[in-house]
């Protein structure tokens, strides 16, 4: 997400570090539901504590986990708090993961296995009867689609994104439901890891199962597009099926293959993922509100000037990306130090 967010200019960005414009799918768009996914594969591990049962100090941690994310989501939308409270953007990131946390482990704890896969696809062929019924005559277009209509219902459209040209939100409301798929998609990928000892085989029941979930997700691309900001039941399959593959291949060349010290830098940064997203966000928007003087008199944030230092060095695409990997690499050297003072920042 860091290398995403913070190019040093918008303007110049290589195509697969930029979100598809509307329908399909590119690199970038696989960021989110791969959060998501991880987010479902932490839950095999933390409710192994209470063998999976819904226990009321596990459905308090849950409530609790999941309303600071949705505060701290809506108060780094409006992060620097410039904007009066009635244009404050509600859905989001965090908004968007504080929710489907919330439904997917309601979803792990209260259904057994079949009955999650039977809900699952209940719940993303529901959503897309849903748009297609009730989504006019362009169900899956920008303007009209029952995921924005929802949003302007509940929120209005001055507490939605508008990054678009008008007032749709990539986190609505509404297509926050096939989300909790995604959630239950990482669960179940662990669950598998966890239940069966590791080695080849384990790893060709990752492919296969990944495999066939992008090849549903591909075909089913032709009646529902895969398309990230509508978080279409395609889209879900698609990503993942890439995120089963994902874990395959990285436990194929880290424990069957034994390469271990290559995952180091991933699990320095997996440590307070959450946390060092939040820095990175306060971070960027801090650097664009500082702002600095030219010697003509002209007026440039931070963010902005620090790009232009760049740009003697390289060309401004290759500048702009090179902006973003300095980002990462800080940010990594933020979770080092706390990885090596065993601080974990939890909610």
């Known amino acids: 997400?860091?290398?995403?967010?913070?190019?040093?200019?918008?303007?110049?960005?290589?195509?697969?570090?930029?979100?598809?414009?509307?329908?399909?799918?590119?690199?970038?768009?696989?960021?989110?539901?791969?959060?998501?996914?991880?987010?479902?594969?932490?839950?095999?591990?933390?409710?192994?504590?209470?063998?999976?049962?819904?226990?009321?100090?596990?459905?308090?941690?849950?409530?609790?986990?999941?309303?600071?994310?949705?505060?701290?989501?809506?108060?780094?939308?409006?992060?620097p708090f410039m904007t009066p409270l009635s244009e404050w953007r509600i859905p989001g990131v965090l908004q968007r993961i504080g929710l489907a946390y919330a439904l997917g482990a309601l979803f792990?704890?209260?259904?057994?296995?079949?009955?999650?896969?039977?809900?699952?696809?209940?719940?993303?062929?529901?959503?897309?009867?849903?748009?297609?019924?009730?989504?006019?005559?362009?169900?899956?277009?920008?303007?009209?689609n029952l995921v924005r209509d929802v949003d302007l219902a509940v929120f209005g459209a001055s507490h939605l994104w508008s990054g678009f040209g008008i007032a749709f939100d990539p986190e609505g409301l509404l297509s926050t439901l096939p989300s909790v798929v995604s959630v239950v998609a990482g669960f179940e990928a662990a669950r598998l890891v966890g239940r069966a000892p590791v080695g080849v085989g384990v790893v060709t029941r990752l492919l296969v199962i990944g495999a066939a979930m992008i090849g549903a997700g591909m075909l089913w691309n032709a009646w529902f597009p895969i398309n990230k900001a509508l978080w279409t039941s395609s889209y879900v399959l698609f990503t993942s099926g890439i995120g089963w593959v994902t874990l395959a291949l990285l436990m194929l060349v880290l424990d069957v293959w034994g390469f271990r010290k290559l995952g180091r830098p991933l699990e320095i940064y997996g440590t307070n993922p959450l946390f060092i997203y939040i820095v990175s966000i306060v971070l960027a928007r801090t650097l664009w509100l500082i702002e600095l003087e030219r010697d003509n008199g002209d007026t440039v944030s931070l963010y902005t000037w620090l790009w232009e230092q760049l740009l003697p060095m390289a060309s401004p695409v290759n500048a702009s990306l090179t902006f973003a990997l300095v980002n990462v690499a800080l940010l990594w050297w933020l979770s080092l130090v706390l990885y090596r003072r065993g601080i974990i920042i939890k909610l």
């Open 1 to 79: 997400m860091i290398l995403v967010n913070t190019p040093g200019s918008w303007a110049h960005i290589y195509a697969p570090l930029r979100h598809a414009d509307w329908h399909g799918c590119t690199p970038t768009d696989l960021v989110f539901p791969f959060f998501l996914f991880a987010t479902g594969a932490a839950m095999f591990f933390s409710f192994a504590r209470s063998q999976y049962q819904p226990q009321p100090d596990v459905l308090r941690g849950i409530a609790r986990r999941s309303a600071l994310l949705i505060l701290i989501g809506i108060l780094l939308n409006a992060y």
């Open 108 to 144: 792990i704890l209260y259904c057994p296995g079949r009955w999650r896969y039977l809900l699952s696809a209940a719940l993303l062929l529901g959503y897309w009867w849903l748009l297609q019924t009730f989504g006019g005559d362009s169900p899956y277009s920008l303007e009209h």
